[in-house]
């Protein structure tokens, strides 16, 4: 006997899940029918790899060895059924964006590419650099468009335009000051207001300061660029570190600063990033060939 796709899929299943209950509810099978398929598995296999503990079913060594060998396989297999099921611009598409991006680019993008493929059902999810790395990593999105470092050996990136990141401030006076620019040492000691940790913004921003992040006086993190802007806004004293890009309406209406920082320029690269073991559709090639040209003309302008 070989093992087959479903006792694969059902394997996972109940790995992820952990309750023979659960997985038969959400694949419409009986309890005994998953039950049945993992004993088969493991008959074919000749190792057990569950244990059950606090009456929950959990991987044990086998059985964690055995999924991290099949579920890029599972997913592949998945993605090729997907993609001759279904016409090539048909389908939907599970696009991960970080904040940045999802704020002041995608949504141009994402609206032409589905006034031209209306057949095409486009799902974005928003989080984070790093939270967008965790759902390429398990599988949860086809792709990510993220700013900042990826570090993982899972993913594979390529770049796809560069972005700069500014010191920003509401204090007209401190920008007056400085109109020959400061070095960044000298204010260090300003209240300073950051992104959250796990935001591409922050880590880049920090990783230019390199010794000198230490002596930052952090006043405040907030999750998302817009409350930032406003709060640097009304307490007129605040700095940010902010991509240029995010700000330009309020530089323009004198409602936020450029400081200059002398020998120090926060430069980072937009990445799309996907798990090495992704099979690509011709439809998620016709996406990423799409977005890929729309990003580079917005970000030329």
Known sequence: ?????????????????????????????????????????ENIIGYKLFDRINKKLALNEKGRAFADAIAPLVGKLNDIEEEFRNDENNGELLIGVSTTIADYLIPPIICNYMKTYPQVKVNLK???TREIVGMI??????????????????????MVG????????????????????????????KRWILREEGSGTREVFLTHLGDLASQLNLFLEL??????????????????????ISVMKELERGELFELKIKKLKFERQFLLIYHKDKYKTSLLNKFIYFTRMQLGKILDQ
Not at 2 to 10: A, C, N, S, V
Not at 223 to 236: A, F, G, V
């Open 1 to 41: 006997m070989k093992i087959t796709l479903r006792q694969m899929e059902i394997f996972l299943e109940v790995a992820h899940m952990g309750h023979l209950t659960k997985v038969a509810e959400k694949l419409g099978l009986s309890q005994s029918a998953v039950s049945m398929s993992i004993k088969e598995l």
């Open 223 to 244: 999750r998302h660029p817009e409350s930032i802007k406003n709060m640097l806004i009304q307490s007129k004293t605040c700095l940010s570190c902010l991509p240029r």
């Open 162 to 189: 560069l972005d700069e990141l500014i010191v920003i401030t509401g204090d007209e006076t401190l920008a007056q000051e400085g109109k020959e620019g400061f070095y960044i040492d000298n204010l260090l000691e």
């Open 137 to 158: 990593e398990s599988g949860a999105i086809d792709l990510g468009f993220v700013e900042g470092n990826v570090d993982s050996t899972a993913i594979k990136q390529e």
């Open 126 to 128: 928003i989080g984070n």
